[in-house]
Structure formats: structure tokens, C-alpha cells
């Protein structure tokens, strides 16, 4: 039996009505959800000055409306909001030139939403070393020591330094020297030795030694008071025109009589403010060697040792940095190892000296100490007259330029002789050192020197001149070469005691 099948109407029914409940379904969920959702925010623009400008009204509004059965309103017809054209700010294209704004500049802090940059660091230049050939001396502990030694070869015109025709004689002089000072915070050592012999190869009777030397130290009790002291000592040789020999002797030419010096002085400087007191005393021996006389006979020198005590007492009150002025007094006395001389005459004697003065501390330009004063010296014997004098004194360096130092001198003592007759003698002396540096290694140098003696009980005086050049040339920090010319003339009222010299050097100094 063969089957109908049912018409397409019948087949497409059921499906019909499946798509119609399940659009009914959907449209009332949705408007469920129309209901609860709350109205959006109406779109709004920026307009040119920051506000808010709405643009047309939501379609959630007029949704509302209808559905609470009140007919959707129209809005009133706006007219749209115009931004205002984009203006370029003023003066943007003259960025760093005149009439514009500042550059860029990389100096000032960047802004806070800019990451800084680190500052790339600069190349130090390194100090210059205004000294680069002196010593740099041996460290040992807090001191440092600088050594030197030194070797000259020349020639000298009148070795002994004698009246009438001389013979000249090439000669050489071996120094070795060695200077220290402390580093310390408080208290303070320093000190320098040099000591040498001179030998000529044609006058052996004209050798001689020569030394001398200071040692300084101070010691700070408090921040005002401090205790000092200076152990010092010279040798050296006499020539002719020597204050300590008689006046008019001829020296025989087999030897050059010594004479040696060697002291202390101890004491201590109280500040109060500006005001310094100190009081020092101090002591001192003189030996004299003996000196053969060209007829052959001793002269009795060492008969003329002596010992000398002395106190000095100072005040200075600094006014200002640069400048401190003072007054000192000295007393001093004499004591010969014999009571009467070989002459017959008793040379024990007693001294005193007031100066005043200043101590210039103008740094670069101009430093040292000058004072003028007055001294006397009375003598137990009352045949030897009294000696006194003006006293000018003064030591200063001035330096004229960087390169250019000028250093003046001058100096006045009270000094005994043993002239049959005579107390002593007022020395004086002047000097002037001129020193130039050329280069960095080279320094040259010129002096001139003017020195007098007057004799108190004898119509007597004499004068020495002396002048010179010398060069100095670094080839490193340790080794100098060194040239140097002096000419010294002396002239005596007395006869048969003038005499002229010449003296030539070349050497090289080793220092560290």
C-alpha cells in the first residue's frame, strides 16, 4: 500500500509558531531591560575655553518619556558649538633670538616629567707646582731631612788673602750640608749643618775647614706661651783684615789662623692679644788659633778667648698682619780666659744696646725686619776708651716681580780687638742680592757688598768692596750646575795691608 505525503502548509505550521513565541520572548526581555538602565550622560564637546558643550539629547531620554505616557518633547533647536582655530603662541618661531623667548638652557633644573641627565663631570687641571726644582727632601717619620753635598773647582787669584804680589792657585772646596724640619701639629724642630775643607792645589798653607750650623726647636706650653731655644756653631779662617788680628800684621803664608764661635740661647714669648713679651738669655764661645807672623813669630790669640753672657728682653704688639713693631733691650758681659792680654791691657767688659723696630709680613711683596738703635761697650781697663755707635740693622727680601728677587742687608756690631791700645772696632756691612730666574731651570744672580771698620782709641779704619755673579742651572730636581765670579778689594789706613782677590768656581750640587 503505497503512503500520501502530507502538504508543505501542514509541515511548515509548527515551525511558524516556534519562531513567534521566541520573538514575543525576546522583545520582552528587552524591554525589561530598556526599563531599569539609567539614562546616559548626554554627548558632550570641549569647546575652545575647557567648557562642555552637549550636542544633541539622548535617545534613552526620549525612550523614558514615552514610556511614562507622556508624549516625547522636542528639543529646542541649538546651534552647534565652534572650537576656536588652533593660533600658533606668540613669538614661537624667534626661539634664543632677540625679541623671542629664551634657548634652551642646559644649566637650569629640567621639569619635573623630564628624567635629568647626569652632569658629565669636569677634568681637573693639575696644580701647578710653582717650585718644580727644589728639594723634595727624605721623609723619616714626621721630619724631612734634605741632604746635599756639593763639588767646586776653581782658581783664586790671592788664596790667603795677603798684601802686595800674590800667587794664584787652582783649588777645589768639597761642602756636604743637611737641613731638617719637623711636621708636626704643635711644637717645632728645625735645623741646618753644612760643613767643607778647601784645597789649593799650588798654596797648601792656604787650606783651610769651614762649618757651621743652627738647630731651632720651640715648645708650645699653651696656645699663648712657648717655650724656644738655638744651639749654633761657625768655624772659620781669618785673613788679614780681620778685626781679632792686630792691625798691620803680616800673616807668613804657612797657615791662616781659625776661629771658631759655638752658643745657645734659651727662653720663652708670652701672647696677650696682639701684645708679645719674650725674654731670652743667652750664651756664647769665642776660641782664636794662633797666628804665625811672616817674621816667624807667634802671635798669642788664643790668649784673647772668651766667653760672653747676655739677656734680651723684647716687646712687639702686631697692628695688623702685614706689620708688627717692637723695642728690645740687651745687656750683656765679656770674660777673657786671661785677665790681661799679650799687649798688657785687661779687655773684660760690659755692654748694652736698645733698638726699636718693625717686622714687615706683606706676603709676595715685601718681608723681614729693619730697626735702628743705639749701643755702648765699657772696659774694666780704664786706658781703653769707650765704644759706642748707632746701630742699624735690617734684613729684607723684596720681591720685585715672580721672577725678580731683591734681598738688602745691613748689619752692626760692637766687636773687640787686640790693637795695643784700641777697645774695638764698629763694624758695619751692606749687602744686595739681586736674583732673576730666565727659565724654569735657570736663575742667575748678582751681589754687591760694602763693609767698614772703625777702630775706637787709634786713628785707624779700613773698607771691603766685593761684588759677583753666579748661575744656577737645574738639569733635574737632584742635580744643579752651578757657576759663579766675586772680586773682593781691601783697604786698610794701616800699611801694608791691602790687597786684592779674584775667585772662579764651577761646581755641581747633588740634592734631594
Known amino acids: 500500500m503505497r503512503l500520501r505525503s502530507p502538504p508543505p502548509r501542514r509541515v511548515l505550521q509548527p515551525a511558524g509558531a516556534a519562531v513567534a513565541i521566541a520573538v514575543s520572548f525576546l522583545a520582552a526581555s528587552a524591554h525589561g531591560q530598556d526599563a531599569a538602565r539609567p539614562s546616559p550622560a548626554p554627548l558632550e564637546l570641549r569647546d575652545g575655553d575647557g567648557g562642555l558643550t552637549p550636542v544633541s539629547p539622548s535617545l534613552a531620554d526620549a525612550a523614558a518619556d514615552t514610556d511614562n505616557g507622556q508624549p516625547a518633547k522636542k528639543p529646542a533647536p541649538r546651534k552647534p558649538a565652534r572650537l576656536p582655530g588652533l593660533q600658533p603662541y606668540p613669538k614661537s618661531q624667534r626661539a634664543g633670538l632677540p625679541g623671542g623667548p629664551p634657548a634652551f638652557d642646559p644649566a637650569a633644573p629640567p621639569p619635573p616629567t623630564v628624567a635629568a641627565l647626569p652632569p658629565i663631570p669636569a677634568k681637573l687641571r693639575p696644580t701647578a707646582d710653582e717650585k718644580p726644582f727644589d728639594p723634595v727632601g727624605v721623609r723619616l717619620g714626621d721630619m724631612t731631612l734634605l741632604p746635599t753635598i756639593e763639588g767646586d773647582v ?71 706661651l712657648s717655650l724656644d731655644g738655638e744651639a749654633r756653631l ?25 776661629i771658631e764661635t759655638y752658643g745657645a740661647t734659651l727662653g720663652g714669648a708670652q701672647r696677650f692679644g696682639d701684645l708679645t713679651l719674650s725674654l731670652h738669655g743667652a750664651l756664647d764661645r769665642t776660641d782664636f788659633q794662633n797666628a804665625t807672623l811672616a817674621d816667624g813669630s807667634l802671635e798669642d790669640l788664643a790668649s784673647d778667648d772668651f ?31 786671661s785677665l790681661i792680654d799679650f799687649t798688657g791691657f785687661e779687655r773684660n767688659s760690659n755692654g748694652a744696646l736698645a733698638r726699636a723696630g718693625a717686622t714687615l709680613a706683606l706676603s709676595g711683596q715685601l718681608t723681614g725686619e729693619a730697626s735702628l738703635g743705639y749701643g755702648e761697650r765699657q772696659y774694666k781697663d780704664a786706658r781703653l776708651p769707650e765704644l759706642n755707635a748707632p746701630l742699624i740693622d735690617a734684613s729684607l727680601i723684596w720681591t720685585a716681580t715672580p721672577l725678580t728677587t ?23 756691612s751692606y749687602t744686595v742680592d739681586v736674583s732673576h730666574a730666565l727659565l724654569r731651570n735657570l736663575t ?15 786713628p785707624l779704619h779700613d773698607s771691603t768692596t766685593s761684588y759677583g755673579l753666579r748661575a744656577d742651572y737645574n738639569v733635574t730636581r737632584d742635580i744643579v750646575l752651578r757657576a759663579s765670579a766675586t772680586h773682593a778689594q781691601f783697604t786698610s789706613s794701616a800699611a801694608n795691608s791691602n790687597y786684592i782677590a779674584n775667585v772662579f768656581l764651577l761646581g755641581l750640587r747633588l740634592q734631594r
Open 444 to 458: 742667575i744672580g748678582a751681589n754687591a757688598g760694602f763693609a767698614t771698620d772703625v777702630y775706637a782709641g787709634a
Open 154 to 224: 776653581g782658581y783664586a787669584s790671592n788664596p790667603s788673602q795677603l798684601a802686595g804680589p800674590s800667587k794664584g792657585s787652582a783649588y777645589e772646596s768639597t761642602q756636604a750640608g743637611l737641613s731638617f724640619q719637623s711636621d708636626w701639629a704643635r711644637d717645632e724642630l728645625k735645623g741646618s749643618l753644612t760643613g767643607g775643607y778647601a784645597d789649593y792645589f799650588n798654596s797648601h798653607q792656604s787650606d783651610a775647614p769651614n762649618a757651621s750650623g743652627t738647630i731651632d726647636g720651640r715648645l708650645d706650653v699653651t696656645r699663648d
Open 307 to 337: 766667653t760672653a753672657w747676655g739677656l734680651r728682653a723684647r716687646a712687639a704688639y702686631q697692628i695688623s698682619p702685614v706689620i708688627a713693631p717692637f723695642v728690645e733691650t740687651v745687656i750683656d758681659t765679656r770674660r777673657y780666659d
Open 234 to 258: 761657625n768655624i772659620a779662617a781669618q785673613t788679614a783684615g780681620s778685626v781679632t788680628l792686630p792691625t798691620g800684621i803680616v800673616l807668613a803664608g804657612n797657615a791662616r789662623p781659625l
Open 406 to 428: 731683591i734681598t738688602l742687608k745691613t748689619n752692626t756690631t760692637l766687636a773687640d780687638t787686640t790693637n795695643a791700645g784700641d777697645s774695638g772696632a764698629v763694624s758695619r
